[in-house]
């Protein structure tokens, strides 16, 4: 399958970040969970003997672990996406009208892809008009004949691109 990344962390900062986050919270919400239980009474207090203080060490590794795996396989939903979008908009930088956002059907930004999608259709449609009526120019030209009305359709089609910031 073309659409399969092969690694889980695709942008290490935005990942690891993600993941590092997840894990503290998760460490300080068992923490503060056991902190609560040996300060506060109850029919059952928490007493922690040294067994008990390596077993529970031992839980939270694995927690860590666990939670570690799962945020980056949850942020990998997220990075992979923004990896295929930054890939697909160069293509367009380099003047490849073929751009295509693919994802996966678990991957987050699905919505906003489409979007995409449409908008790459919108510039192949207009770049199609802009070469034909290009086409059609340098063949009147040769020709010699009038190239008044294809240079109006091309300053019609033109007008539709903005290559200027407005706010300027």
Known sequence: MANRRETIVINKNFQYQYSILIVAITVLAVNLFVIIRMLYPSDHPLVMDMASTLGLAA?????????????????????????????????????DFTAHINLRRKDMFLDTAAEMNDSFASLRSRAVILKDIAQRLEEAHAQGTDTGELIKNLQSELSHVITEDVEQ
């Not at 990075?79 to 890939?87: E, K, M, T």
């Open 59 to 95: 839980i939270e590794l694995i927690l860590i672990a666990g939670v570690w795996y799962g945020s980056l396989r949850a942020s990998h939903k997220i990075a992979g996406p923004i990896y295929v979008f930054s890939r697909e908009v160069a293509k367009l930088g380099d003047g």
